[in-house]
């Protein structure tokens, strides 16, 4: 079974675009960033759940979410990446030795992939240009989802 939680800030908002990129865009764009945890598992779901809001969310300044759909309507565009599976993930490595060290977790960690989730909201965003400026093709994977309905 898969199962995606993707957690957000309770008091981050949209910020200027111009700060993710080596140049200023042409119009003016802002985004949200979030950080997505897929998880392949085998076992109890509710276990699981009680595993990420114990290990990976902080109850007062963050929100997960796990229906696995966009938190926000009308972007340009999302921006997915991640680290390469032989690349050094130091937050997945301390997760997977917390989850090493359970005694008795009630599920089955069959694999783990963390992503960065960058919405960018605003007219005549270019994919290509965030792509550019942030992924690093040597070690992270990624993946552009077009614009997202209202």
């Known amino acids: 079974m898969t ?40 076992g109890s779901e509710t276990a699981l759940d009680a595993f990420v809001q114990k290990v990976l969310v902080d109850p007062i300044s963050q929100e997960y979410h796990n229906d696995g759909l966009p938190l926000w309507d009308n972007t340009s565009f999302i921006l997915d990446y991640g680290m390469k599976g032989g690349a050094l993930d130091l937050e997945k490595e301390t997760i997977l030795n917390y989850y090493r060290k359970l005694a008795e977790p009630g599920f089955e960690l069959k694999k783990l992939t963390l992503k960065t989730r960058i919405y960018v909201f605003g007219e005549g965003a270019d994919s290509s240009v965030f792509v550019r400026d942030i992924v690093n093709p040597a070690i992270h994977t990624w993946e552009v989802v077009l614009k997202t309905a209202a």
Do not use: M
């Not at 111009?18 to 598992?41: N, V």
């Open 3 to 42: 199962k995606t939680y993707e957690i957000t800030g309770k008091f981050e908002s949209e910020g200027n675009a111009q700060s993710l990129l080596y140049a200023p865009p042409a119009h003016p764009l802002t985004f949200r960033r979030t950080t997505r945890y897929l998880f392949e598992y085998d």
